[in-house]
């Protein structure tokens, strides 16, 4: 609404936002251009399966040999 020449004001209550709601989703990046950062990173469920199977691997022989 912004980029066809409405401004702030009139923009907010058509949403029913305040103002300042309005400048800030207007001054944020783009959602997928936030989500490239965030795939890239893994979550601490990720970390703790991770550690688990490692572990369970470990415990039944499958894990890494040590000579």
């Not at 944020?28 to 990720?46: E, H, N, T, Y």
Request: glycine share 8%; charged share 30%.
């Amino acid at each position: 609404m912004l980029k066809r020449g409405m401004s702030m004001r009139e923009v907010a209550p058509h949403l029913s936002w305040s103002r300042s709601t309005v400048g800030h989703n207007a001054r944020a990046a783009p959602w997928q251009d936030m989500m490239k950062d965030r795939l890239s990173q893994a979550s601490k469920l990720d970390v703790a399966i991770r550690s688990i199977l490692r572990n369970a691997l470990v415990r039944v022989g499958g894990g890494r040999r040590r000579r």
